[in-house]
Every structure is written in C-alpha cells, then in structure tokens.
C-alpha cells in the first residue's frame, strides 16, 4: 500500500520548531495534500495550523511514530514554489523564524485563530469552582475574558488534572456569500406555466417572463429584484412553485465599489519620459532582470513612466507590481492607476477591512487581476508572470518592517524580480544614499528626470531664521513672514498646506517652577499631551492620566505644556485668522476607516484653505491650487541622534516642498529653522539632492556607516537590566572572537528609550565590510538564546537597521 508523509512548518514562532517536522498523511488525504497547503496538526497536547513544504513518499527512518495530519484547509496550495523558496531565503535574510515569513505573506484572514476552553474532568471540586461552570459544560479559558481570579482558579485545576484544556483552530478566511437565483424552468415549461396562470396574476406572469430572459445564467437576488420591480417575496413564491432555485454565490468585497472611475488615456510623453520609458520597457519585453534607479525631482511625471511600463507589461502577457508607501495610498494615486487599467488592478492597503484584503488577494491569486498597487505588504501579492515591478518613493523608511521578520520590501521587491527575470524600477526625488551610490557604481541603471512637466521651474525655497524672529517676538509656531505670505496667498485665493515636523517630537508638561516634567510609570519617555481626549498619554505602551492642574512634585501652579502640536497650531492659526478653514490632519484626525483619503478630498474640492498635518501630508498630493508650503519646524528631525538624520530631514523638506507649484500657478515654500546655516537645510533651500548626496556620502565615510560598511543591530531586551546588560557583554566577547579588524563593534550601551513597558532594552550595533563568520554566529545566537527564556530574555537581530535609536 502507498504512503505518503509531509513536512510541516508549525505555527509556533521559535527556533525549535524552527525546522520542518514529519507527519503521516492519512489514507483519506493521500495525493490531496501539496506543498504550500495550510493543514492542521496535532503539536504537543495541541493542535495547531501549519504549512506543507514537502511530500515525502518513502517511509522516513525513525524510530518513533508518525502522527497524522489532522485536516487540510486548503483545496490548492495558497504558496506556491516561488513564494516557498522566498520564505527560506527570508528566513535566513532577516534572522526570523520560517513561520513567521509564510504568515506574512498571506493576508491576515487566513492566519488561524485558536480558541482555548476548559473543562471539568473531576467532580471533586469546590462550591467555588461549581459555581464558576454553572450550567456550562466548558468555559473559556483566556486571561481577556475571565477575571484574573477565575483564570488562577482554573489554571490550578488544570495543574491538579481535575481540568483538561481543549484547543481548537479556526480558519478565520470566510468568501463572503450572498443570495443568487437560477432559472428552473425550460422556455416550453414556462408557456406552460403561463398558460396556467390566472389573468390577475400580473406579478407570477411578469416573473415566469423575467425566467425566461434570464435563460441559463445566475443572477445575484438583488440584481434580479431591481432589474424585475418584483419584490422579494414573489421570488419567494417562485421558489415554492418550483420556477427557481436560490443558491448561494461568492461576491467579492469591493473597497472601491462605490467610486465612479472614468478611463483616461495615456499621456504624450516628454522627451526625457520617453526616454525613460523606452529603456525600461526593453527589460519588459526582453525579460531581463535589471535594478532601474528613477530619479526625477518632484512633478516630473515618474508616475505617468510607471504607467506606461506597467500597460508595455500587459500587453506582453505579464502581470505588474506597484509598491507605493502606504500614507501615498491616497485615492488620488489609486485612481490614477485604476482609471488607466479598470478592473485588472487590485489595491492592497492598510486601510483596508480583513475581508476586503482577503478577497483582493484572492482576485490575484485567480488571475483576476494582474496590477496590483499596494503598500508594504503587496510585495508578496501572488502575482504570476511578473513583467514589471515598481517601488514608488525607494528611499521611504516605511518599507522596512518593524516586526519580525523584519524585512525591507526593496530587497524582497529584487529578489523577485530575479524569479521572474524582470526588471524592478525604483522611483524617488530623493534616491536613498544607497540606491544612488549603487546607481553610480553601475550596479543599478540610472534614469533621470530632471525637470518638471511643461518646464515648470520648481518652487522658490525661502528659509526663516527662527533665531531672530525669537528676538522680536515671543515664541509663536507661525513666524511673521510666514503669516505674511500665508494671508497674500488666501487673498488671491490659493491653498496653502503647513507641516509640523513631529519626528521625534511631541507636547509634554513641564513644571516652570522646578522643572519637573511628567513621565509614563512604565517606560523612560515623557507623557504627550492629547487635547481630543483632554489626557496625557504614553505613545509606547499607552498609559493614559489626567491631565495636572499643579505640579506633582513642587505644588506649584505653573506647570503648563511645551512644545508644538498640530492643535495648539491649528488653535493658534484660527485666531490669527478667524476667517479661514483650517484642516487638521494627523495621527488624531485620520484614525477611523477612509478619513485620510476624505480629509484629502475636501481640501481638493477646496472646502477649506489651509491643510495642516505632519509628514504624513509630505507625498505624492498632486493639487494644482496649492501654491504655498510652509514647514513650521524643519529641526526637530535633525537633532535625533541618527546618523541618518541629515538625509532624512533634506528627504521629508524636498518632498513637502514639491507640493508647492505643481500646475501652472508658480509655487513658494518657506521653511522655519533655528539651523539656518546646516547642510541639509541649505541644500533643500537649492533643492540640490546632487550635492547633498556629494556631502552627504563623505559624511558617511568618515563615520564608517552605510552605505560604506554594512550594519547589523542586535537587542536585549528583559525585565531585569542587570541580566539584559550581562548578556549583552557576553555577546559582545563572544563577538569580538569571530569578527576581523575592520569590523567595529559600537555598545553595547542602553538605547536612547531603555525601558518600554517596564522591559530594559541595551543594543550593540556592528559595522562591517565582509565578515564570513557573521551570519551563522547570528543564526547560533538567536537558537541558544531560545533556551533563556526562564530569563525572560529576548532577543532581536535586526540587518540593515534604520536607525539605531
Ligand atoms: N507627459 C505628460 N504630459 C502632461 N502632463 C503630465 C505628463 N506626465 C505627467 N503629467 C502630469 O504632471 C503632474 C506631475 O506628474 P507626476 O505626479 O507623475 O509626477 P511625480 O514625479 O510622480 O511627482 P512626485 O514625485 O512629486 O509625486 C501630474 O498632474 C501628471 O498628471
Ligand atoms: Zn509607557
Ligand atoms: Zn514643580
């Protein structure tokens, strides 16, 4: 008789489980299951979701028995090859366990949810404990529902064996089902029935006529109700007679269904568009694996050059990737690209609902749709035949994941690329120093846009020295001159967008009398104050305290709050001028479900004159009525000790001044600095990114950093600091025995925030040139450091880090 055994990578994120375990596939499954399957497993006393990578046919070599798999959930693989050899690659890439890069490639709705409950094994037990089952045979068993008494109570029965806890795996990926009708009658059978009818039954006539129309095809119920007028019951009545039959069919949850998209037609390309285009669409059409760095400064057209390739990659019979940061995701972008390709594009955002996500993933996966415009995540959409792949804004620190696996979608956008022979464009205003030194070396293709579309000169660029407007007037967030020039442009009736700088900023309280300032309990971070809910709150772990009328520690009355929100701002502003609209928008204002995108079309429909808001306002608004960008503080991103601080504030004033200008009204930016003279500032005043790159990589080599030498970060973190710092030195010896000369070790030292949560986090960051030792030393580590864990020790690898604070 034929056997058949599977791999299985388990849904539990550790490094033991870290490999593939053997199951026995039982009779009833056998040639049903293939790699890339979700099944369900028995793991330990429980069950739990798993991913098949691979069938085995021979009876394995081991002394024990093989358990069988449990059930499968899936009819096809939900991974196919591709994406089963990007999660090893990833796996080891990113130091992260294989579970989590098959988990994150999938849309959250088909990650299991496990449910616990227990039950009562023994009748020897207390009144208390009867009294918690009640009637109930099972209860529930997770601290979020029961008490912490109850949950002691029931943990102690089930460490006595008078209770057994049960585990059950739900598949959360639900295809939304509505009600169609199909015609059960033959257009002989329908005359007949109409000859039966009675001649005032005008509603049964009109429904055997509407049948008769339908013929073979289904149609959804509401559909067939509104093209008939017949209403729901009459249907009801059919169904008795045996006329139809109700089903039930799958309808697609549609995030856009209710957005009107007319088609337009490709733009006449500009000279140095064309040129662009032509390039790159050679690699489409001849299948060639190459980097394409596109560097055009803002409003010269680089997303009419990503349209053209994606349409040149269509029409060859391929399919199209577009990454955009999320925060760009705006409707405008989403529209742009819809009303070129229409239903072939599929959008994969955050803002999305689990369903939504489920069911556009689902539309590629059946080559439904074969564009897809998405934020992080969508560099794992299942596209097949990728010609083309497109990240918009490379240099966006919003493409590396924070979490594990903590990858940078750019080099999972290659690496895929390479799979499908294709090449990968990326786009930006301001290039990351990496991608521009690689595009300088040859290793990436460079393609420039140097001018604005139509020739439009790009904004003027004002500075406004903070230092001395500080000396004529007290602290204001809006200077004189930036007032000034607000009010000439709302008179001619222009649009004007102001961003504060949050970056490593917030409002905190301060005591003026002794200086104390009020801090989270639980982390080494000051309270922010939150005007909406009138709080002070903890953006870390989320600790939340009234707001002090005096000063905990001296008494004193004069504790008032410091630094600048987007609420005091707006406050601020409406006084100054009480006659404008002034839209906010921020973490605060753009919470709920499509407030972005609705705040975004208000200020285009011109409902209002000024928007207001943090970088997240920086990208991609293409309005033609904006002819004024203010920048009300341009120092706070640059004083955070990163020694990508610099690249990042020229990067964030570039982008929000390409705002400014963009039609054929000339467009003004004026910037707020108390750093007039510093090299970021000055070269985004000139918006010179060529020189600021020339500058700016002299710095890196001088300080070693990247994109000189290679940094890997490692972090400790625990509830005890004696025991956090320890292992640190301990890593750092074992470090310096494996590493060369040219590697530098900087820390281990406490981070900037050392504890979060009432966890002590310390950090070592290595920079380096070419270690051969260091990946399987890091691989080692992150396994023995599985085996602290009665220590409570975590440990995070992270390559390439951001920033190291
Ligand atoms: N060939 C063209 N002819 C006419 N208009 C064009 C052409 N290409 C682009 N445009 C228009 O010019 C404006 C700017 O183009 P686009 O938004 O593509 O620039 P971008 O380089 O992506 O800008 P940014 O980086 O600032 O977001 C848009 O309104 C776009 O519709
Ligand atoms: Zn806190
Ligand atoms: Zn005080």
Redesign the pocket.
């Known amino acids: 008789m034929s056997e058949q055994f599977v791999e299985v990578i388990v849904d539990v994120p550790s490094m033991q489980t870290n490999q593939a375990y053997t199951y026995a596939v039982p009779t009833e499954l056998i040639n049903q299951v293939f790699p890339g399957m979700r099944v369900i497993v028995p793991f330990g006393n429980r069950k739990i979701l798993g991913f098949t990578t691979k069938i085995i046919s021979k009876r394995p070599d081991v002394s024990f028995d093989l358990k069988n798999i449990e059930e499968v959930l899936d009819l096809v693989p939900v991974l196919n090859r591709e994406m089963l050899e990007l999660a090893n690659w990833l796996a080891k890439w990113t130091f992260s366990f294989k579970i989590s890069c098959l988990q994150v490639m999938l849309p959250a709705a088909m990650r299991a949810s496990y449910n616990k409950s227990i039950r009562l094994i023994s009748t020897d037990v207390s009144d208390e404990v009867k009294a918690l089952f009640g009637q109930e045979e099972e209860l529930p068993f997770d601290s979020k529902t029961l008490t912490p008494e109850s949950f002691k109570i029931l943990s102690k029965l089930n460490r006595d064996k008078k209770a057994e806890v049960i585990y059950q795996v739900h598949d959360r990926a639900r295809s939304k089902k509505v009600t169609a009708i199909t015609n059960l009658l033959t257009s002989a059978e329908i005359l007949i029935q109409k000859d039966a009818l009675r001649t005032n039954a005008v509603k049964s006539a009109k429904l055997l006529d509407f049948l008769n129309n339908l013929g073979d095809k289904t149609m959804i119920l509401k559909e067939a109700m509104q093209k008939s007028g017949l209403s729901s019951a009459i249907f009801s009545q059919g169904e008795k007679k045996g006329w139809l039959k109700k089903i039930k069919v799958e309808k697609y949850r549609d995030p856009y269904r209710d957005t009107k998209i007319k088609k337009t037609e490709p733009?006449?390309?500009?000279p140095a568009?064309e040129n662009a285009v032509t390039e790159i669409n050679q690699a489409v059409v001849e299948q060639k694996n190459q980097v394409f760095l596109l560097q055009?400064v803002?409003?010269?057209?680089?997303?009419?050059v990503y349209l053209y390739t994606i349409a040149c990659a269509l029409k060859n019979q391929r399919t199209a990737l577009m990454l955009v940061p999320e925060i760009s995701l705006t409707p405008q972008m989403v529209r742009r690209v819809k009303s070129r390709f229409g239903s072939n594009v599929a959008v994969l955002h955050s803002g999305l609902s689990e369903g939504e996500k489920f069911d556009e993933w689902r539309r590629i996966e059946r080559h439904e749709a074969t564009v897809v415009v998405g934020a992080r995540s969508a560099v794992f959409a299942p596209l097949e035949q990728i010609g083309v792949i497109i990240m918009d804004e490379e240099h966006e620190t919003s493409y590396k994941q924070e979490d594990m696996p903590e990858y940078n979608a750019r080099d999972v956008a290659i690496k895929r690329g390479q799979w499908h022979n294709c090449p990968v464009v990326l786009g930006s205003?301001t290039p990351s120093l990496e991608s521009r030194a690689r595009a300088q070396k040859g290793v990436y293709e460079w393609l420039r846009l140097d001018q604005r579309?139509?020739g439009q000169p790009l904004p003027q660029v004002n500075l406004v020295d903070m230092r001395q407007e500080l000396k004529r007037a007290p602290v204001v967030d809006v200077s004189t001159p930036l007032l000034e020039a607000i009010k000439q442009r709302l008179k001619k009736k222009e649009q004007v967008v102001l961003m504060l700088n949050r970056r490593g900023y917030s409002s905190f309280i301060m005591c003026r009398e002794c200086g104390f300032v009020l801090k989270c309990p639980n982390c080494d971070i000051s309270l922010t104050l939150h005007m909406d809910s009138r709080s002070m709150k903890c953006h870390y772990c989320g600790h939340e305290e009234p707001i002090p009328q005096i000063c905990p520690s001296c008494h004193s009355k004069k504790i008032r709050y410091y630094g600048t929100g987007t609420e005091k701002v707006q406050q601020e502003l409406q006084q100054l001028l009480p006659d404008t609209k002034i839209l906010r928008m921020d973490v605060d204002t753009t919470r709920r479900k499509g407030a972005h995108a609705k705040l975004l079309q208000r200020f285009g429909n011109k409902e209002a004159e000024i928007l207001l808001g943090t970088q997240m306002i920086a990208k991609?608004l293409?309005f033609p009525d904006v002819t004024l960008v203010g920048v009300l503080n341009a120092d706070t991103s640059l004083s955070l000790p990163n020694f990508r601080s610099a690249e990042r504030t020229f990067q964030l004033l570039t982008q929000v001044s390409?705002r400014a200008g963009?039609a054929d009204k000339l467009g003004e930016v004026m910037i707020q600095t108390f750093n007039p003279q510093h090299y970021a500032i000055q070269l985004a005043k000139s918006q010179n990114y060529e020189k600021f790159f020339g500058i700016e990589m002299n710095m890196r080599h001088k300080g070693g950093y990247p994109p000189y030498f290679f940094t890997t970060q490692i972090v400790t973190s625990g509830p005890n600091e004696a025991d956090v710092a320890k292992k640190m030195f301990e890593i750092n010896g074992q470090l310096k025995q494996i590493l060369s000369k040219q590697a530098v070790i900087l820390g281990p030292t406490p981070k900037p925030i050392m504890r979060i949560n009432n966890q002590f986090y310390y950090q070592l960051v290595i920079k380096y040139k070419s270690e051969p030792y260091l990946d399987e030393f890091l691989e080692n580590l992150l396994l023995t450091s599985q085996k602290e864990a009665q220590r409570k020790l975590q440990l995070k690898i992270d390559r390439d880090p951001i920033d190291f604070i």
Do not use: V
């Open positions: 733009k006449k390309l500009q568009q055009g803002t409003g010269s057209g680089k997303t009419e205003a579309i139509n991609g293409d390409g963009r």
